[in-house]
């Protein structure tokens, strides 16, 4: 059993913080809340290392907003709709798509400067989109601008205080609300931060994998820290892996855009074949789970550890316009983007699960928001559009703030919250090492492609890692690895509880989608375990 709290405390004997709202992580959910919620609201914006670094800051394909003239909301809805495989909700997805616009609007507001052609909005398509709908910035750095933008508008807002390079360690709660939460400061010290609402945007969870587009900070915090809390967790099964990362030795699994295949770029084996054409109507441009498995079938056939991505039919002019930061990252390993087919395969980027919320980002325990990748709004279903992220975090961080400004004041008494579990020391391996077995484990068993014997494989290596709840943890490793330990074992739970394949859930052994038994979620909560939920998607 996986306690309430990674630490022993007593409230009364903590240093104590007092704001009106908490907003936990710095990607775009985070500075957009702070920025919003500022107006009217004395805010605390945590990040656990700099304001610049998350998952957005590496976000380059762009950000899906009907703009256009020949698109509309009702395409953008059917689009997202296909992709989540009959588990996205409607009503969310009709608010992406309907409040989206205005969302893009306001990032523009606030000084996100989007390409544009002559004067227009550029618009790119990306796969598995019927419009070109994609806004980028600076070719394929949109992700860099949006937070450069965001963080330059926080750094001047007087109402906004950030806390860099500090650590949540915990969400303390009294008869179902939040409080507030356990922080470790740089210097060792743990304060206890009391908020009016707590909005966790802490990102993704794609380090659970050894290989991952994501940065080192994306540890599955949020997830974890609510599960601990009691917090309804939802489809966590769904781990999206992007098809093309850099794929070569000495280099990062940087990632290569889907962008650059929605300009045309195609996918080769290493024998030169283009091979889409065999798994997918839509080729290149097939949802990402179906083209990721494509691309592992191709290696394994041709006993290759990548595939290609080829675009060097375009000129060389339009390849670096267009991904000059593909193209440097690429070059810098002697790989020219417009001469050179890239090597490229799958790897960990999308954590389609998380906190369950509602229309409004509220999660089953009051007070308690959660906003973008952290969050499971109903938005993704099975399986993300692409590019829906960013837009959602915007549209759904305007919803939470608004929701907030509602809230009844609470008491400022501190109640006397505490708890023992009666840790011990523990002689644990380096973290390191134990972070590696980790996601060495979720690789193999837990993947691109499942079958049960591999999940209770996975099951069973997690399991024996069990013992360090009840361990003295002090440092931010061993807090993260407890994170990514409880994200791991829900992952797999989900997954092996799911006996169809679904989106990004492949199973090897119920290798066929199944709604007539498995067209609804399942839900996670610590002291309830798993149950079931129909879903809304019609």
Known sequence: MIPQYLIDFDLQELPVVETDVIVIGSGIAGLYTSILASATHRVLLITKKSLLESNTRYAQGGIAAVTAEDDSPAYHRQDTLLAGAGLCSSAAVDVLVNEGPAGVQELIRLGTIFDEVNGQLALTKEGAHSHRRILHANGDATGYEIVRALSIQVEML?????????????????????????????????????????????????QLYRYTTNPEVATADGVAMAYRAGAQIRDMEFIQFHPTALSYPGAPRFLISEAVRGEGAVLRNIKGERFMHRYHELLELAPRDVVARAIVSEMEETRSTFVYLDITHESPEMVKHRFPTIYETCMQYGLDLSSDWIPVSPAAHYMMGGIKTNLHGESSIKRLFACGEVSSTGVHGANRLAS????????????????????PKRSSDIPAVSFRLGRTEGPFQAMVEKRLKLQKVMVRYAGLRRSRDTLLRAQEELGRQLPLFQALLS???????????????????????????????????????NDSAWQKHIIHTRDQGMTEEISDDV
Not at 175 to 187: F, R
Not at 389 to 397: I, T
Not at 490 to 495: K, N, Y
């Open 475 to 513: 440092k931010r490793e061993e807090y993260e690895f407890a994170n990514l330990l409880t994200a791991s074992l829900l992952v797999v739970q989900g997954a092996l509880h799911r006996e169809e394949s679904r989106g990004a859930h492949f199973r090897e052994d119920y290798p066929e989608r």
């Open 158 to 206: 007087h109402n906004v205080e950030v806390w860099d390079d500090h650590f949540v360690i915990d969400l303390v709660t009294e008869q179902g609300e939040c409080l507030g939460v356990l922080v470790q400061m740089p210097d060792g010290k743990r304060v206890f931060v009391r908020g009016q609402a707590t909005i966790l945007c802490s990102g993704g969870s794609g």
């Open 388 to 407: 829906n992220s960013l837009s959602e975090a915007v549209v759904y961080g305007s919803r939470i703030v608004n929701q907030i400004r509602s809230l």
